[in-house]
């Protein structure tokens, strides 16, 4: 397959995960900063963060836009637990929150040694329960996208137990983490570090961290170099590829690192996630609109 519209192909597997006669099609549009899709397939829908308008929004094929919540904290990131909970991360309320199948809220993590976390950004969570997630500081930078406000501590990523409320700093090296994801066999876990993202030279590198069995992790050095814009959000297939946020649209990469091919998106990609009937398709945040293209492939079932 050549070059077409939609797709950029680097490496000929690409070509096997694009459908050659299927759009990357616009859903919605009209939101300032779409962010933090998650899939409930039981629900048959996608919820996503519209940041600057504090709200989250649901789309299905049925009913379309709707808002499932507002306002929501300036809700960034969202996945979901085993138990197939929302987990949330919120700028506004600079926490972590469970939404509970009766729809009250109960917050897993604010601070952190005494001090408040900044304005987690991205979650994920193990197959343990363990709820891993990232904290810059761009949700306390401007009352664009949450509330300004003073940052208290360094932007980490940390790992918190649920069960026991312990929260520890798992990563301490980074300067501003991002996006995050398991491997299917959560040996590995990969981090985009965003920090300098508007600087002349943006540091723009996912990094792989092995993962410990005492819930440490160990950096196993840069794993990709995003060439446009930075890495903010990603998923997996089964396949072991990542499929990651980029300035040009999403950039698929394969378990060793190497650029396969790039979905080309006409705005600024924020995150990713895959959905729908066997998880085929994958739904992009980008910017003002919600995307969505059919693959070949079947995103990781990890939310
Ligand atoms: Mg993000």
């Not at 983490?177 to 981090?191: Q, R, T």
């Not at 950039?251 to 790039?262: A, N, T, V």
């Not at 705005?267 to 070949?296: A, K, W």
Request: include cysteine; proline fraction near 5%.
């Amino acid at each position: 397959m050549s070059d077409s519209t939609f797709f950029e192909v680097h490496d000929p597997v690409f070509s096997s995960y694009v459908l050659f006669n299927a759009p990357v099609k616009r859903l919605a549009t009209g939101f300032d900063w779409a962010e933090g899709p998650v899939w409930f397939g039981d629900a048959d829908c996608l919820l996503f963060s519209d940041i600057p308008n504090n709200r989250i929004v649901r789309w299905s094929v049925e009913t379309g836009i709707s808002t499932f919540r507002q306002p929501s904290n300036f809700a960034n990131g969202h996945t979901r637990d085993r138990q197939g909970r929302l987990i949330s991360c919120e700028h506004g309320g600079r926490r972590v929150t469970r939404t509970e199948f009766d729809g009250t809220i109960t917050v897993l993590a604010d601070s952190h040694d005494g001090k408040r976390l900044n304005s987690p950004n991205d979650v994920v969570v193990k197959g343990d329960g363990t709820v891993w997630f990232t904290d810059p500081h761009y949700g306390i930078g401007s009352n664009y996208e949450g509330h300004k406000g003073e940052q208290e501590q360094p932007c980490h990523v940390y790992r918190l137990d649920p069960e026991t409320s312990d929260l520890r700093a798992v990563i301490t090296s980074l300067e501003c983490p991002n996006g995050l994801a398991f491997s299917s066999d959560e040996s590995l876990l990969y981090v985009a570090d965003t920090g300098t993202m508007f600087a002349e030279n943006p540091t723009q590198h996912m990094r792989s961290f092995a993962v410990n069995a005492d819930g440490s992790v160990t950096d196993n050095g840069i794993f990709y170099t995003v060439d446009v814009g930075v890495a903010d959000g990603f998923r997996l297939d089964t396949d072991g590829n990542i499929w990651t946020s980029a300035g040009d649209g999403v950039h698929c990469i394969s378990p060793s690192g190497r650029l396969l091919g790039k979905i080309l998106v006409p705005e600024i990609v924020s995150n990713v996630c895959f959905g729908g009937r066997d998880r085929h398709q994958l739904f992009m945040t980008g910017t003002t609109s919600l995307y969505r293209v059919p693959l070949n492939c079947e995103g990781l079932a990890t939310f």
